[in-house]
């Protein structure tokens, strides 16, 4: 199996040395050089001859470049699967662009941060014709332990940032609740103690707890790409005649973070916003 991995940042690297672990023929690119096996200085030849070219960059604009760079050198029958967080707008643009050239696109937003790329539990969100879906299942069923099929192109970035606009209400509603117990002299062992047996508790709790308890806010999916999302979900709703309180108060929240200069750190570090919190 022929696969190209364009981005190698905390996901991109991890699927990249997992398929290299499985003996497939990868070839990889990043837009800052790196020192990573079958690394390629450009697109276009860590693309050529592939038959699956993973696509997972920062955002919608770093995915037009990389796409761009990358259209003059497709073939009839390769399979562009852009698994970066974008809008269903966006991913409807790209696949366009590969699908003029012969190509065939899927949409494979994924959820899961680090530890579950790392090992093979992305659950990925599908978007695209059948037929496709069904060409790229063996691929991505060495990285996922889950692939859900949505619909249409659009409809799995759609779902993708509805997922993270979840999630990032479940942490902030985690730091603030865990910020008041502290305030009141709670421990941080009996506040997770009583969490573990309360309606409240979640994957998203569960995931966070170690590193909430040591202040290791080293990054599993940053504040910086939340920010991003939140920012895509805020466009999404808006075009959809929507206006989500909840979105935008938290927004307003990421962007104090970026402000503060919190953008590489882990997005659960978000609670040192809030005082009370900082035991280092």
């Known amino acids: 199996m022929k696969v190209s ?5 905390i996901i991109g690297s991890a699927w990249a040395r997992n398929l290299i672990d499985d003996h497939c023929d990868v070839r990889t690119w990043n837009r800052t050089p790196k020192d990573f096996p079958g690394f390629c200085t ?21 995915v037009q470049s990389v796409v761009d760079q990358m259209v003059p050198a497709l073939t009839a029958g390769q399979v562009v699967i852009q698994s970066s967080t974008v809008s269903s707008d966006w991913s409807r643009r790209y696949a366009e662009q590969v699908t003029r050239m012969g190509a065939q696109f899927l949409e494979a937003p994924f959820t899961g ?5 790392e090992a093979r539990k ?35 970035s759609s779902l993708k940032l509805a997922m993270n606009l979840n999630i990032a209400g479940v942490a902030q509603s985690l730091c603030e609740s865990l910020t008041l117990a502290r305030a009141a002299g709670i421990s941080d ?28 806010f080293s990054p599993q999916f940053s504040v910086k ?56």
Not at 113 to 117: C, G, R
Not at 193 to 215: F, W
Not at 241 to 250: E, I, R, T, W
């Open 189 to 216: 062992e009996t506040y997770f103690d009583a969490l573990h047996i309360n309606a409240g508790r979640s994957g998203a709790s569960d995931l966070k707890e170690p590193k909430l308890k040591t202040n290791d």
């Open 113 to 117: 941060s680090k530890p579950a790329a």
């Open 122 to 156: 992305t659950v990925f969100y599908l978007g695209g014709a059948q037929p496709v879906i069904d060409k790229a299942r063996p691929l991505l069923e060495r990285l996922s332990s889950h692939r859900l099929t949505i619909g249409e192109i659009g409809s799995a």
């Open 225 to 280: 790409h939340m920010a991003k999302d939140l920012r895509l979900v805020r466009e999404t709703a808006s075009g959809l005649g929507l206006d989500l309180g909840v979105a935008n108060k938290l927004s307003e929240i990421y962007r104090t973070a970026m402000e503060s200069g919190l953008g590489e750190d882990d997005f659960i570090g978000l609670v040192r916003l809030l005082g009370q919190n900082d035991r280092r």
């Open 42 to 62: 450009s697109v276009s030849e860590a693309v050529r001859d592939a038959q699956f070219i993973i696509v997972v960059v920062s955002d919608p604009e770093a």
């Open 5 to 9: 991995v364009l981005g190698l940042g």
